[in-house]
């Protein structure tokens, strides 16, 4: 019979192979990271410092975790930072009122459902690319703030920035952390044990052969765009509730970071392939860097050169390994 | 024997097209049912509508006696009925277990969410591969599996729902005579078991050697359905084409000259091994041998795709070397890939387009293209090798597969070759226009035009041949000139039987 078993040494390969993946490399970078970071300037390792990083990560990782599942069905969203801002400035007139967070934050995270689901929407009822729907969007999203809004909100109350600076666990781990570890670890299982995660992957690897499968391709996209705007919502919350001032520009340009933090997370950007863990450790790298210069000297002006470095390494190295991932594997039909 | 599936004057239509007009299919457990027809004849949209991917106009499918309705593939699947698509459907950055049992995990409760239950996955899959008597890793990437692997867990998919019909569209595609051997084992096994097989099928050799009964369809008709005891070769061939194929593979005699090319010792690691052959001027050299055996990787090599290790290459007795496609082209050597789709051409612009593609810098009129002499050009080979299109401006995606095929052979020779190496010329291609290809092919050389054959099927390189070269494990296993060449001598080589 025409046996077409993987040996065992193919096997140990193959195991070798998936423990050099992307979040292998990425984790040695974060941690030669801070050990540099160890040596040459101890004062990063502050109470202060860290928090504050841990705080744009947190929002910075909510955010990418949406953007991760637009990315994988083979989208792109680049109006996410339209969206923050838009749900930063709605939360600050419902906030501006005394509600609590118990109000705004749904309210936020409402906003960012029906904005994105525009988006959804556009892109699979109209079929216009995804590119273009959102970045037609994020100009229409930017546009409409100022002629509701004159420049920012301010003066708002306490009720409002309690999430920034009163809601603390033990006293010094912020609420936002709180958030982003709950959302990641519920979407690490949601991607591994839920069905719907699996149509996903298949949609974003081949939409032909997902349709031949009985899924519904337009709907799968629209979910993963529905899912990522409460995430949005999330993250526009706690931007906004840093100050006791909203501005209407608070979240634009943000985009960048999130797509960054996915795509160097690993996530393939022509869909398919990419976790959370990959995310999880691009979002923490993206963080860490521009407070790391800071401390070393560096003006933080070279903070997006260098970033954007990084970026561009990361792709080239998933690249060259994709490369010679092929030549090794190239199957034996013949036995 | 039950019937488990019945089609009743099935009539689909598209937008100007008739696909399917009053047509009719009955499937039995525990049969091998095979459908043939040329490409074009209706037989994907049949199993379209089989399947649930399209509906009908009018007409009526029975499964089991009782008259069904499919919106969506998966009632389809949920009534039992699977299909192995000609390429696979396969999701290449997902592992083989998420790929068999992709829309219908198996779930259990967990803390109140419907949780996927790999380790019964595993399990049931494990069992599937029992009884297939496949050993494969459940945690493989799709991507890194070969055509015929990647063909197991299409079937071991099939399987795990349960399927009571399935359908197999051109699975010997891309299979070696050892993973088809297997195959068969495979689909004859499911057989017993009382599962209701279609067999979509180019090659009737197979239909032969497989099936219980075949059904020909041709312009979305039904034509004829005869047990296989009842009918040959050349009965379904006319059932087919409607005609008689007397000029199934034409060879004009051709004067021969000189020597064009000689190789001697080529290797390469791990594909070619002292790979010596010679051709003249005007040969239709044929290259034999089972997939994998080297013929492919041979000619890209020739023509610089990849890097020899060693050997030498003579033209005309000068001695070359070829590092890349361009220094092929400049060598007069053109490749036409038996990968039309991704190789060959590029199927969303004109014909016009893909047969100027490689020489616009010839067709220039000061700084912008020559529209004129570029429709010129093209016209010539529309007319010459009889490309059925309403004009060279209309999309090559539109084009049949033969007439696609045309397209890449036209391309080619507009670039006035020495040498034309063709892979595979016929496959994928209908019974007529093969016989058409095949002129186009032998009025080539009678032009004076040496031609590189590889070709699969030996009735093809026999008929057209002057001289046949067979290989096997990247080496050449023997030469028969023509008259000589039989079918059982070439297998007997390339089986290395002695």
């Not at chain 1, 990425?26 to 390792?45: D, E, K, T």
């Not at chain 2, 199927?347 to 100027?356: A, C, F, L």
Request: one cysteine or more.
């Amino acid at each position: 019979m025409g046996e077409t078993n993987l040996t065992r040494a193919d096997g140990r390969k193959a195991a070798f192979r998936k423990l050099l993946s992307t979040e292998f490399y990425l984790l040695l970078f974060l941690v030669a990271i801070l050990v540099v970071m160890r040596v040459a300037a101890p004062g990063f390792y502050s109470m202060n410092v860290i928090m504050t990083v841990l705080n744009y990560f947190s929002y910075l990782l909510i955010a990418a975790i949406g953007m991760n599942l637009i990315i994988l069905t083979s989208n792109i969203d680049v109006a996410a930072g339209a969206i923050i801002s838009v749900v930063a400035i709605v939360i600050a007139f419902v906030g501006k009122t005394g509600a609590p967070i118990g109000v705004f934050m749904p309210v936020g995270m409402l906003t960012g459902f029906l904005l994105s689901l525009i988006n959804g929407l556009f892109i699979t009822r109209l079929k216009i690319p995804a590119i273009v729907a959102t970045l037609a969007t994020t100009q229409l999203f930017i546009g409409f703030l100022p002629l509701v809004v004159e420049g920012s909100i301010y003066d708002l109350p306490a009720t409002f920035t309690w999430l920034s600076f009163k809601a603390k666990l033990f006293g010094f781990l912020p609420a936002s952390v709180i958030f982003a570890a709950v959302i990641t670890v519920g979407f690490m299982l949601f991607m591994r044990y839920s069905q719907f995660s699996k149509k996903i992957y298949a949609v974003g690897n081949n939409q032909h052969a997902a349709t031949l499968s009985g899924i519904n391709v337009n709907k799968v996209m629209v979910a993963a765009f529905m899912i990522a705007g409460p995430l949005y919502g999330i993250a526009g919350t706690i931007i906004a509730t840093a100050g006791q001032r909203v501005t209407t520009t608070m979240a634009n340009g943000f985009e960048f970071s999130i797509i960054a933090a996915v795509v160097l997370g690993g996530t393939s950007i022509s869909g398919g392939s990419g976790r959370i863990i990959g995310t999880v450790l691009g979002a923490l790298i993206l963080s860490i860097i521009s407070p790391a210069m800071n401390y070393i000297g560096l003006s933080s002006d070279w903070s997006d050169a260098v970033m954007g470095a990084i970026i561009l390494l990361a792709v080239i190295v998933s690249s060259v390994s994709q490369l010679t991932k092929k030549k090794g594997t190239i199957a034996e039909v013949t036995t | 024997m039950d019937e488990v599936l019945r089609l009743d004057h099935i009539v689909k239509t598209f937008p100007g097209v008739l696909a399917l007009d009053d047509m009719n299919f009955d499937l039995r457990a525990g049969e091998i049912h095979a459908i043939c027809g040329e490409n074009g004849a209706g037989k994907s949209t049949l199993m379209k509508i089989v399947t649930g991917v399209y509906k009908p106009d009018s007409g009526e499918i029975c499964i089991d006696g009782q008259p069904v309705s499919f919106e969506s593939p998966n009632d389809a699947f949920a009534k039992g009925v699977a299909i192995i698509y000609q390429e696979t459907s396969l999701f290449e950055e997902m592992t083989i277990l998420e790929n068999i049992f992709l829309g219908h995990e198996i779930t259990r409760k967990k803390l109140g969410f419907r949780a996927i239950d790999y380790a019964a996955m595993r399990r049931e899959a494990q069992d599937i591969f029992g009884i297939m008597n496949v050993h494969l890793d459940l945690d493989e990437r799709a991507k890194n599996l070969g055509m015929a692997q990647k063909q197991m867990v299409e079937i071991a998919k099939a399987l795990s729902y349960k399927s009571k019909i399935l359908i197999l569209d051109e699975p010997t595609a891309s299979l070696t005579a050892r993973e088809v051997d297997a195959l068969f084992g495979i689909v004859r096994s499911l057989k017993e078991q009382g599962v209701a097989i279609a067999y979509i099928s180019h090659r009737l050799e197979e239909i032969f050697e497989l099936c219980d009964r075949v059904t020909v369809v041709r312009d979305g008709k039904f034509i004829s359905c005869h047990a296989v005891g009842e009918t040959n070769k050349d009965m379904l061939v006319a059932d087919m084409v409607g005609r008689s194929m007397d000029n199934y593979y034409p060879k004009a005699d051709v004067e021969i000259g000189g020597e064009l090319i000689r190789a001697e010792h080529l290797n390469q690691a791990g594909v070619l091994r002292d790979v010596s052959f010679r051709i003249n001027k005007g040969e239709i050299v044929g290259f034999a041998g089972l997939a994998g055996a080297g013929r492919t990787e041979l000619a890209q090599a020739l023509c610089g795709f990849t890097k020899l290790d060693s050997g030498d290459l003579y033209i005309e007795g000068n001695k070359v070397r070829i590092g890349s496609y361009r220094d092929a082209l400049d060598a007069g050597f053109v490749y036409v890939s038996e990968d039309r789709g991704k190789y060959g051409l590029v199927v969303e612009m004109s014909v016009k387009h893909n047969i100027t593609m490689p020489q616009l810098s010839k067709m220039k009129k000061g700084l912008f293209l020559d529209n004129g002499l570029e429709k010129r050009t093209a016209d010539r080979f529309v007319d010459e090798l009889g490309i059925k299109c309403p004009d060279c401006e209309f999309l090559t995606e539109n084009l049949s597969g033969g007439n696609q095929q045309k397209v890449s052979v036209s391309k080619a020779i507009a670039m006035d070759p020495k040498l034309l190496i063709l892979d595979e010329p016929t496959r994928g291609v209908d019974v007529g226009s093969k016989a058409e290809i095949h002129n186009i092919v032998s009025g080539l050389a009678k032009k004076g035009l040496t031609i590189f054959m590889i070709s699969s099927e030996m009735p093809e390189l026999i008929g057209m041949c002057d001289r046949i070269y067979i290989m096997k494990n990247g080496t050449i296993a023997g030469e028969l000139p023509r008259g000589e060449a039989t079918q059982e001598k070439i297998l007997k080589v390339a089986l290395d039987v002695a």
